[in-house]
């Protein structure tokens, strides 16, 4: 897909995209639910230990309906895309690198894998589906040679899946933060006229919000990593595209909660000499929660922080230097109220 095809689209998809932001809500809703049943009967329980979060056993695995329906909804917006119906959407051999990482993360949900393994699949998926990206324009807008700009893009890429993989530690995180990157990314769509990203935010974010409904404290399903690997693969290429496109002042800001926390807790544990693959309890947000002992008002700060980010990368696409400014404040506020919680 080059940039080219990003073509405008009239204003009229707007309300389809509400539709279908309505109907992945719908089905994602009533799909975890079909999934909590399934799980629930087969064992595959999150037990707690001294690393959780949360005190009771709880299904996980509640990815597989979400993922299931943003990629069956994908599908269908590139078989419209196809007849003319609908701009370019995601291309299909993301919906298939999806796929292949749901796959393998149910298989370590329900019986872990090794770090090694898990690694290497994420690296092969972000090289497949790089093309696409590299296609629109450099992701770091030309300051590196080709082949390093790649490199560096398949890093943030596998970086950002694990980071989001990270962040899903207590009840509602990773559905708040879904639901605000997918509207972002749409936002940009409709005010840059590149249509594109717009059906996939939408999409994302109304999956994260029908499984919200069940994960929201205290939760009666995770999502697991069935769940936040392929939505992190999903929702870091959108973000990707939007900084190869030349929005990339957009595309730091909407994650910026999200890459801060994991990214100080990782050096922190580095520092420390930990095992930084080994699950832990040393996030900002957790700690946040286990001192206020309600994940449900850290989820609610945090989803306010994202509010605020939302509209910085919106407005970005005029000021991006003051909206650079404007999203650090927000993210270092949230992070001060963390640690003196």
């Not at 990815?63 to 299931?68: I, W």
Request: glycine share 10%; hydrophobic share 60%; with cysteine.
């Amino acid at each position: 897909m080059s940039f080219d095809a990003l073509i405008h689209i009239p204003a009229l998809l707007v309300p389809w995209g509400v539709l279908a932001a309505t109907l992945a809500a719908f089905a994602a809703w009533a799909g975890t639910g079909i999934a909590r049943r399934l799980l629930l009967g087969s064992g595959v329980l999150d037990r707690p230990n001294a690393r959780s979060s949360h005190e009771v056993p709880t299904p996980r695995g509640g990815g597989l309906a979400v993922v299931s329906v943003v990629l069956m909804l994908l599908a269908a917006m590139t078989g419209a895309a196809a007849f003319g119906l609908a701009p370019p959407v995601t291309p299909a051999i993301w919906m298939a690198a999806a796929l292949v990482l749901a796959i393998v993360s149910f298989r370590d949900d329900v019986r872990p894998l090794p770090a090694g393994l898990r690694f290497g699949v994420q690296i092969v998926a972000a090289l497949a589906a790089l093309p696409p990206i590299l296609a629109i324009g450099p992701v770091t807008q030309g300051w590196l040679p080709v082949w390093l700009d790649a490199t560096v893009a398949v890093l943030a890429w596998v970086a950002f899946i694990n980071f989001f993989n990270f962040m899903d530690g207590i009840d509602g995180i990773a559905g708040v933060e879904t639901v605000a990157i997918g509207l972002g990314i749409a936002g940009v769509g409709v005010a840059t006229g590149l249509w594109a990203w717009f059906g996939p935010g939408m999409v994302l974010a109304g999956a994260a919000a029908g499984f919200l409904l069940w994960n929201w404290h205290p939760a009666r399903i995770f999502l697991g990593d069935v769940g936040s690997v392929p939505l992190g693969f999903l929702l870091g290429g959108l973000l990707l595209m939007l900084a190869a496109a030349g929005f990339w002042a957009s595309a730091l800001i909407l994650p910026a909660y999200y890459l801060t926390d994991a990214g100080l807790t990782l050096l922190r544990r580095l520092a420390r000499g930990e095992r930084i693959w080994q699950p832990h309890r040393s996030h900002f947000y957790q700690r946040a929660a286990r001192a206020r002992g309600d994940h449900a008002v850290v989820s609610k700060a945090v989803a306010l922080a994202n509010l605020g980010l939302v509209l910085a990368a919106w407005a970005a696409l005029l000021m991006p230097v003051a909206a650079l400014c404007a999203a650090a404040l927000i993210v270092a506020g949230i992070v001060l109220w963390m640690t003196r919680a």
